[in-house]
Structures are given as structure tokens and as C-alpha cells.
């Protein structure tokens, strides 16, 4: 069993700057593939960014530049660095976990096994 606690988020003001938090349970945190999605009230869940073992990254397209992810394995937490935001980032943020063995698609949720409350990310023009 695996608990994933999101923390970070807020209002903020376009052009502005959160990271994002979330510090999973589990000792073998360093072995699971991670990510982040989002969801915007009327809109499906979409990726953001996922994070892979050995700390090979992948982004949606359009977040590219804007939004970094990274992990800390000694911390069990991976983060989500978001720069220069914009009003239509304004969604609940997701973390997920993959503890799977079979990593096909890291940005579809369906690969994911675990995932935080959510943590509300709002941002003003």
C-alpha cells in the first residue's frame, strides 16, 4: 500500500511561481515510476509530467519549459516545479504512483496504482 500526501498549492498570480509536493509512504518509493496530472473543473484529467526511476523525465507538449519535475528518493517526494503560470493552469494538481513492472505508457492514468487527494492550484489574471 502505497500514500501519496500533495502539498504546495495556492493562489497565485500569473507570471508567478509554486512547487508542488508529495511525499509518498512506502520504502521502495525510489523504485516507482511517478507523476503529476491535473484536472480543471468541466475538464478531463490530463498529464502534466512523470518522472522514471533513474530520473528520466517526459512532459506534456505544452507544458515543456514551463513545469519541471524531479525526485528526492532519500525524501520519498517527488516535485513539481511550475513556472510562469498562466490563469488556464488553474486545476487540482494529482500525484501518481506506478509500481507496476510493465511501464507502457506513463501518460495515460491508467498506468498509474496510486494517486494523492490532490492539492488546488488557482491562478489569477
Known amino acids: 500500500q502505497v500514500q501519496l500526501v500533495e502539498s504546495g498549492g495556492g493562489l497565485v498570480q500569473a507570471g508567478g511561481s509554486l512547487r508542488l509536493s508529495c511525499a509518498a509512504s512506502?520504502?521502495?518509493?525510489?523504485?516507482?515510476?511517478m507523476g503529476w496530472f491535473r484536472q480543471a473543473p468541466g475538464k478531463e484529467r490530463e498529464f502534466v509530467a512523470a518522472?522514471?526511476?533513474?530520473?528520466?523525465?517526459y512532459y506534456a507538449d505544452s507544458l515543456k519549459g514551463r513545469f519541471t519535475i524531479s525526485r528526492d528518493n532519500a525524501k520519498n517526494t517527488v516535485y513539481l516545479q511550475m513556472n510562469s503560470l498562466k490563469p488556464e493552469d488553474t486545476a487540482v494538481y494529482y500525484c501518481?504512483?506506478?509500481?507496476?513492472?510493465?511501464?507502457?505508457?506513463?501518460?495515460?492514468?491508467?498506468?498509474?496504482?496510486?494517486w494523492g487527494q490532490g492539492t488546488q492550484v488557482t491562478v489569477s489574471s
Open positions: 501518481a504512483a506506478d509500481t507496476s513492472r510493465l511501464h507502457i505508457n506513463q501518460a495515460s492514468a491508467y498506468q498509474y496504482d496510486y
Open positions: 518522472i522514471r526511476i533513474l530520473g528520466g523525465t
Open positions: 512506502g520504502r521502495t518509493f525510489s523504485a516507482y515510476y
